[in-house]
């Protein structure tokens, strides 16, 4: 089972920017895609952004033009660019990826926009 670490979470007041990053402990083969989710308070996680193996991204509606995922396959990393952050953006955010075998879950980072 493959490992996922987030860092790059934090507190920001709004209108902030933050960049999250997901390292995978090794290489990961026959990849679909790669994921960020978030998870506030009280609220189902959600999915914030996909970039699939062949390079095409989607994101949610509440986060585009403000988000931007992105990834170093030689790195193993995964990024997620948050500009214009606001309050309703404060959530655990999770990496995610998925493979042709499996899924494998991050244990999250904590993002807090507030003023």
């Known amino acids: 089972q493959v490992q996922l670490v987030e860092s790059g979470g934090g507190s920001v007041q709004p209108g902030g920017s933050l960049r999250l990053s997901c390292v995978a402990s090794r290489t990961i083969f026959s990849i679909n895609a790669m994921c960020w989710y978030r998870q506030a308070p009280g609220k189902q996680r959600e999915a914030v952004a996909e970039i699939t193996s062949g390079g095409t991204t989607y994101y949610a509606d509440s986060v585009k033009g403000r988000f931007t995922i992105s990834r170093d396959i030689a790195k193993n990393t995964v990024y997620l660019q948050m500009n214009s952050l606001k309050p309703e953006d404060t959530a655990v955010y999770y990496c995610?990826?998925?493979?042709?075998?499996?899924?494998?879950w991050g244990q999250g980072t904590q993002v807090t926009v507030s003023s």
């Open positions: 995610n990826v998925r493979t042709t075998r499996d899924t494998n």
